[in-house]
């Protein structure tokens, strides 16, 4: 089991930066692959980045490619989503999730078993 918090949430302006953090509990964070998904108004829950339990691989949905960049730091059990050049569009609650490379060898696929509780972030235009 593992608990996840996001943190890094805010306002920002249209073309500003904002960096999220997703801290995990346990000792065993690189067991886990890592996802981040965001949920705007009205729209159900999309994929954003996702980032194997090594770090060795990354895959981006393509509306934040170029944009975005996900990172992890498995001595800190801390996972990274690196938001450049915000758009209004990129409003919406950021989440992450993690899947155990036990049950998932592939870390493509976006069914994830542990959610964090998702922090806010607002481009203004």
């Known amino acids: 089991q593992v608990q996840l918090v996001e943190s890094g949430g805010g306002l920002v302006q249209a073309g500003g930066s904002l960096r999220l953090s997703c801290a995990a509990s346990g000792r065993t964070f690189s067991s886990y692959h890592m996802g981040w998904f965001r949920q705007a108004p009205g729209k159900e829950r999309e994929f954003v980045a996702a980032i194997n339990w090594s770090g060795g691989s990354t895959h981006y949905a393509d509306s934040v490619k170029g944009r975005f960049t996900i990172s992890r730091d498995n001595a800190k059990n801390t996972v990274y989503l690196q938001m450049n050049s915000l758009k209004p569009e990129d409003t919406a609650v950021y989440s992450c999730?993690?899947?155990?490379?036990?049950?998932?060898?592939?870390?493509?696929?976006?069914?994830?078993?542990?959610w964090g509780q998702g922090t806010q972030v607002t481009v203004s235009s």
């Open positions: 999730a993690a899947k155990s490379k036990l049950l998932y060898v592939n870390f493509l696929g976006n069914r994830y078993d542990y």
